[in-house]
């Protein structure tokens, strides 16, 4: 296969990290349309594209060798929590250590390690995110459950595929983590929906007339609900 055959978008989209330890600037391509450039910390960002006029047939060469990254695998550059209008910005710093993140001052989370390895970096970053999700969630729960008087036995953040809650018999309910990103009203809505059924383990009227004393609005939530996969970011809709 001749590789200029193949169309490579010029130029193309990149990530710049900034290396402690770097001496030189360092291209390397990921997929047929990104490339990862790694600075020394004072190079100047402004130079970056006369560097990559400079190696374009070596960078098109090296482009046209890989596939195409999805959308869904590519990492993210910040974290939006829609639930408690939360913004992170992500940072990652490649060097010869096990992956971790460091939280920063500012909302800044920095991976730290082989941060080559999408799918190790995509699996910390979850775990980062679930853990954020189990305090908010469960404090929520908790003041929620107070201020209706609908009390329940135990708690369990989770991380389902299709539901966004859930409530047994026992009064142990669950709830996805993944309502961190939906906007607070729905997330509100869920916490009231699984407390409701601590009264009623069922879709009965019964069951909809007390969501409706403490969700006037829940015809409209649940409706929005249905659609709130657009509030799911790209990198953590393909798990
Ligand atoms: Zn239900």
């Given at each position: 296969m001749n590789p200029s055959s193949t169309s490579i978008a010029w130029p193309p989209q990149y990530k710049v990290k900034k290396h402690r330890l770097a001496r030189h600037v360092k291209l390397k391509a990921v997929s047929a349309n990104s490339l990862e450039i790694t600075i020394p910390c004072r190079f100047n960002q402004r130079e970056i594209p006369a560097i990559l006029e400079e190696h374009k047939s070596w960078i098109i060469?090296?482009?046209?060798?890989?596939?195409?990254?999805?959308?869904?695998?590519?990492?993210?550059?910040?974290?939006?929590?829609?639930?408690?209008?939360?913004?992170?910005?992500?940072?990652?710093?490649?060097?010869?250590?096990?992956?971790?993140?460091?939280?920063?001052?500012?909302?800044?989370?920095?991976?730290?390690?082989?941060?080559?390895?999408?799918?190790?970096?995509?699996?910390?970053?979850?775990?980062w995110v679930k853990n954020k999700s189990r305090a908010f969630l469960e404090s929520q729960l908790h003041a929620i459950s107070t201020k209706t008087s609908l009390?329940?036995?135990?708690?369990?953040?989770?991380?389902?595929?299709?539901?966004?809650?859930?409530?047994?018999?026992?009064?142990?309910?669950?709830?996805?983590?993944?309502?961190?990103?939906?906007?607070?009203?729905?997330?509100?809505?869920?916490?009231?929906?699984?407390?409701?059924?601590?009264?009623?383990l069922n879709h009965s009227q019964d069951f909809w007339n007390l969501v409706a004393v403490h969700d006037p609005d829940w015809r409209k939530h649940r409706y929005e609900l249905r659609h709130a996969n657009q509030y799911m970011p790209a990198w953590i809709q393909s798990e």
């Open positions: 060469r090296q482009l046209s060798r890989l596939p195409p990254l999805s959308q869904t695998q590519e990492m993210p550059d910040a974290i939006h929590f829609n639930a408690i209008n939360e913004f992170w910005n992500v940072y990652y710093m490649e060097c010869d250590a096990r992956l971790k993140i460091i939280q920063r001052p500012n909302r800044e989370i920095v991976l730290v390690g082989k941060v080559g390895d999408q799918n190790l970096c995509r699996e910390k970053l979850i775990q009390p329940y036995k135990s708690v369990a953040i989770r991380d389902q595929q299709t539901v966004w809650g859930s409530c047994t018999a026992a009064k142990s309910i669950s709830l996805n983590y993944k309502l961190m990103f939906l906007p607070q009203h729905l997330a509100h809505y869920v916490i009231i929906h699984e407390l409701c059924h601590t009264r009623h």
